[in-house]
């Protein structure tokens, strides 16, 4: 059992930055890639970021491409993402998630999730 706990969020104006966090319980974190996931309302869940158990591999939805970061820290059990250059659209509740394997961008891939944070982008 893995239980993801996340950070960060809230709201800010067009073209800034916010940074969310998920911190992992347990002793297998570097075991599971990590992802995050967001929903907008009236909308399905879409792949956002994923970062492979070493964080020698990342991917990135071509809608967050260059403006998104992810990364993770083994040692502290968490993964971030760095949001930059935020636009109106990028408001959504995001969830960090995790999954033996490799990345995917399929929610119904991953296998433990967090309770999600509201970024809400300010025109």
């Known amino acids: 059992q893995v239980q993801l706990v996340q950070s960060g969020g809230g709201l800010v104006q067009a073209g800034g930055s916010l940074r969310l966090s998920c911190a992992a319980s347990g002793r297998t974190f570097s075991s599971y890639t990590m992802g995050w996931l967001r929903q907008a309302p009236g909308k399905e869940r879409e792949f956002v970021a994923a970062?492979?158990?070493?964080?020698?591999?990342?991917d990135f939805a071509d809608s967050v491409k260059g403006r998104f970061t992810i990364s993770r820290d083994n040692a502290k059990n968490t993964v971030y993402l760095q949001m930059n250059s935020l636009k109106p659209e990028d408001t959504a509740v995001y969830y960090c998630a995790s999954r033996r394997g490799y990345g995917s961008r399929f929610s119904y891939e991953y296998d433990y999730w967090g309770q999600g944070t509201q970024v809400t982008v300010s025109s």
């Open positions: 970062i492979i158990r070493s964080g020698g591999s990342t």
